[in-house]
């Protein structure tokens, strides 16, 4: 006898529908078991979607999907959307390479309206559709489910601020996901606010307590929900923020309580006009370890579901990740200007422990990458020495912030940039293959690439004695392995090392990790190695040596190949005249989707046999001059 009797029924939405309303509860159940089971399996993103069931149940059985357009802000809480659309046996591909995305994906199913991963996109994108159905003369409903932490993005904020202005003929509905939670603990004022109104406003129990009163006499229920259906903001007042851009505000909603929801989409949808639906919800509700600690179960790699996730106590070589956040604490304890920020990743890019120890110089900022580089930049201004701690792909959002407010002003603030290259499993969304390419062309800016633990340190304390802004651009996960020796010692700005000199014909360039992936090659090819530590400046005189003493230079980085390191360095020798053959290694012009690293690796060609195999290829095409010269150049 199957787990999910139910589940087994629904193919699609239109499945679900055909259910009688006192039978979701049910779904939702088997939803939250089915999701535990096959999370526990794959990994993902556990907390969020636990806590959406109900809602992703409520939505699709009221709205008529894919007509309909819902659109998941992050949409790492949209598994039980996935399942309920066709999905469920995916599930076990999930984030896994050529499997199911782990967010919503136009092409991946009619149901996803609109790809998300990175917040507070989803008011824009409806209103978007809205409009354009408006100019159609289309009837369909747009569905934005929004978190609170999302909720916090400047993008979201501006939507509202255009959203307000229409009155008919949009059907915009904005479902405010409210748990108290980002993936750290919520922050910032307008989680006190929306605090208060969870607090203030009984409306729920209002809404129950009439219902109780009123059910018993005929008739009378159903007039008081069709006058709900008039007046959204009868039962409910205003609300602060919401009424502040002249947008219908309802709730809040209990987001478990499916009858409730049922019946109050049902009302909403009599309305076409911009509306907000507040409910509030339990990040991880229904599974008791995450339930306690959503935190944890925010994003988990496979685990027991009967034990929950146990740490590991075995002792480890550290992450990148890690070795920064020892060196923030380090460096904060030697110089109290060092002031850290992150736009809402405390857990994801090492700050846990340096909140602990320098509370007063520690800030999470919420979901505002914008925010957190021109707050960086002031505070630069008074003498701090500021330390952005952010992943590169959320980066992308406040590259104007770095050219106008940090870097046109030459001010010393340091960019630590996590999850540089390709991070895995979140997949093209995610991978911090743009950060070079967009950052290069920035005058006043330093750019390293630590090709190991040891150089993220040495690289980190470099840019840190600087007085002009850094990026230091480290990966997700460990490098080498190789010890952590060094302390606050810095390397000399816009130096490459040499790690190998080689008889051979062949100059190895290596930027960041791929460094190490070229050692092997030049060590079978018996070529010279540089590690080039620095994207900008780069080091001019080691490239133009090794150029000039090999028949052909190998250059690897774990970046966007377009604008990136690779064109740097032709860069340099188109400039400089020397016309030595180059091949560059590191992302083609594509995104790349999700896979392990290995595997995205592998795929891409950027393994050591990989490379070796396409360089022997060249020489061999390079006909070697009797006078000691090349013919092929
Ligand atoms: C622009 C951007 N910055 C940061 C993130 C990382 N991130 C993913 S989910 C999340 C928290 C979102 O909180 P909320 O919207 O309340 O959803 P919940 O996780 O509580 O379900 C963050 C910070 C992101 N995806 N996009
Ligand atoms: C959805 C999202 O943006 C984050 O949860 C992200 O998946 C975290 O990535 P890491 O696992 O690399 O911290
Ligand atoms: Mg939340």
Same mark, same amino acid.
């Given at each position: 006898m199957s787990n999910y009797p139910l589940l087994d029924t629904i193919n699609s939405p239109e499945d679900l529908r055909r259910?009688?309303?006192?039978?979701?509860?049910?779904?939702?159940?088997?939803?939250?078991?089915?999701?535990? +089971?096959?999370?526990?399996?794959?990994?993902?993103?556990?907390?969020?979607?636990?806590g959406a069931t109900e809602l992703a149940v409520a939505i699709h059985y009221v709205f008529d999907t894919p007509r309909d357009r819902i659109i998941w802000d992050v949409g790492h809480q949209a598994y039980a959307h996935k399942i309920l659309t066709g999905r469920r046996e995916q599930m076990a591909t999930l984030r896994r390479h050529?499997?199911?995305?782990?967010?919503?994906?136009?092409? +991946?199913?009619?149901?996803?309206?609109?790809?998300t991963a990175h917040s507070s996109t989803s008011i824009s994108a409806a209103l978007g559709m809205a409009v354009a159905d408006k100019l159609k003369g289309d009837d369909r409903w747009h569905v934005a489910v929004i978190g609170d932490g999302a909720l916090t993005g400047g993008m979201a904020i501006e939507a509202l601020n255009d959203a307000g202005v229409?009155?008919?003929?949009?059907?915009?509905?904005?479902?405010?996901?409210?748990?108290?939670?980002?993936?750290?603990?919520?922050?910032? =004022?307008?989680?006190?606010?929306? =605090?208060?109104?969870?607090?203030?406003? =009984?409306?729920?129990?209002?809404?129950?307590?009439?219902?109780?009163?009123?059910?018993?006499?005929?008739?009378?229920?159903?007039?008081?929900?069709?006058?709900?259906?008039?007046?959204?903001?009868?039962?409910?007042?205003?609300?602060?923020?919401?009424?502040?851009?002249?947008?219908?505000?309802?709730?809040?909603?209990?987001?478990?309580?499916?009858? +409730?929801?049922?019946?109050?989409?049902? &009302?909403?949808k009599a309305h076409d006009c911009p509306i907000v639906l507040h409910v509030t919800t339990k990040k991880g509700k229904g599974y008791a370890p995450a339930e306690a600690d959503p935190t944890t179960y925010h994003g988990v790699s496979p685990f027991d579901p009967a034990v929950g996730i146990v740490p590991s106590g075995k002792p480890s070589k550290p992450t990148f990740t890690q070795v920064f956040g020892r060196w923030i604490c380090d460096t904060a304890a030697r110089d109290e200007r060092l002031y850290g920020i992150t736009p809402a990743m405390r857990e994801g890019s090492g700050l846990v422990e340096f909140e602990k120890k320098f509370p007063d110089r520690y800030r999470d900022v919420a979901i505002a990458e914008q925010h957190a580089v021109t707050y960086a930049a002031g505070l630069a201004c008074e003498?701090?020495?500021?330390?952005?701690?952010?992943?590169?792909?959320?980066?992308?959002?406040?590259?104007?912030?770095?050219?106008?407010?940090?870097?046109?002003? &030459?001010?010393?603030?340091?960019?630590?940039?996590?999850?540089?290259?390709?991070?895995?499993?979140?997949?093209?969304?995610?991978?911090?293959?743009?950060?070079?390419?967009?950052?290069?062309?920035?005058?006043?800016?330093?750019?390293?690439?630590?090709?190991?633990?040891? +150089?993220?340190?040495?690289?980190?304390?470099?840019?840190?004695?600087?007085?002009?802004?850094?990026v230091v651009r480290y990966p997700r996960g460990k490098g080498t392995g190789v010890e952590v020796t060094a302390d606050a010692e810095t390397v000399e700005v816009g130096k490459a090392r040499v790690l190998r000199r080689g008889k051979g014909r062949v100059a190895f360039v290596g930027f960041g990790p791929m460094t190490h992936m070229l050692a092997e090659v030049a060590e079978h090819l018996d070529g010279t190695l540089l590690d080039m530590r620095f994207v900008k400046p780069l080091d001019r005189e080691a490239l133009l040596e090794a150029a000039e003493e090999h028949d052909l230079v190998v250059v690897a980085e774990d970046s966007a190949l377009e604008g990136g390191a690779g064109s740097a360095v032709l860069e340099v020798l188109v400039e400089a005249g020397v016309t030595v053959p180059v091949m560059r290694f590191g992302l083609p012009d594509r995104f790349i989707e999700q896979g392990t690293q290995a595997e995205l690796h592998e795929e891409l060609g950027l393994t050591a046999a990989?490379?070796?195999?396409?360089?022997?290829?060249?020489?061999?095409?390079?006909?070697?001059s009797p006078f000691g010269g090349l013919f092929g150049r």
């Open positions: 259910l009688p309303e006192d039978e979701l509860p049910e779904v939702a159940e088997e939803l939250r078991g089915f999701m535990v +089971e096959s999370v526990s399996k794959t990994g993902g993103h556990l907390s969020s979607s636990l050529h499997g199911l995305s782990g967010f919503p994906k136009r092409n +991946e199913s009619e149901y996803d309206a609109f790809g229409y009155k008919k003929d949009v059907r915009l509905l904005i479902i405010l996901n409210d748990n108290d939670c980002s993936i750290s603990p919520a922050v910032g =004022a307008l989680s006190g606010h929306l =605090a208060k109104i969870v607090s203030t406003r =009984a409306f729920n129990g209002a809404r129950e307590l009439s219902k109780k009163v009123l059910k018993p006499v005929p008739g009378l229920w159903e007039v008081a929900k069709r006058m709900e259906k008039q007046a959204i903001n009868f039962v409910s007042p205003p609300s602060g923020i919401f009424s502040s851009f002249d947008i219908n505000y309802y709730g809040p909603v209990d987001g478990h309580n499916l009858e +409730e929801l049922v019946d109050i989409l049902r &009302n909403l003498g701090m020495k500021p330390v952005v701690a952010i992943y590169s792909t959320f980066l992308q959002r406040a590259i104007d912030q770095v050219i106008h407010d940090v870097a046109l002003q &030459n001010l010393p603030v340091v960019f630590a940039v996590d999850r540089a290259g390709l991070v895995g499993a979140d997949g093209a969304t995610h991978h911090g293959a743009f950060d070079v390419a967009l950052l290069r062309p920035i005058p006043n800016m330093t750019i390293m690439t630590p090709s190991d633990e040891n +150089e993220c340190r040495l690289l980190l304390n470099t840019a840190f004695a600087m007085d002009t802004p850094t990989a490379v070796e195999e396409k360089v022997k290829a060249r020489l061999a095409t390079m006909k070697k």
